[in-house]
């Protein structure tokens, strides 16, 4: 059974930064991709960075150059570092894991960004 346990996750001014982390249960490398989604109130979830196994990055337009992915395979875990955080940036953050076979959510963390 594959879970992915995400942390980091909290309240933070205008400005400020987070790090957010997935950990899989077993091999990183039985995924061919891992990103991360959000989701605000009222909207859909959409793509905020994906990472392959090759290391190829790719990121939504409106956190290019805030926002930096990257995976750690000897800990099984992706990290998703958000610098300069906007109030727009609000969501529930979702790891998101794909194999061939499926495609994988981890439960969510809140980030909220408030003055």
């Known amino acids: 059974q594959v879970q992915l346990v995400e942390s980091g996750g909290g309240l933070v001014q205008p400005g400020g930064s987070l790090r957010l982390s997935c950990a899989t249960s077993?091999?990183?490398?039985?995924?061919?991709?891992m990103g991360w989604y959000r989701q605000a109130p009222g909207k859909q979830r959409e793509l905020v960075a994906v990472i392959t196994n090759g290391g190829s990055t790719n990121y939504a337009d409106s956190v290019k150059g805030r926002f930096t992915i990257s995976r750690v395979n000897a800990e099984n875990t992706v990290y998703l570092q958000m610098n300069s955080l906007e109030p727009e940036d609000t969501a529930v953050y979702y790891c998101n894991a794909r194999s061939i076979a499926s495609n994988y959510w981890g439960q969510g963390t809140q980030v909220t960004v408030s003055s």
């Open positions: 077993g091999s990183i490398f039985r995924f061919y991709a």
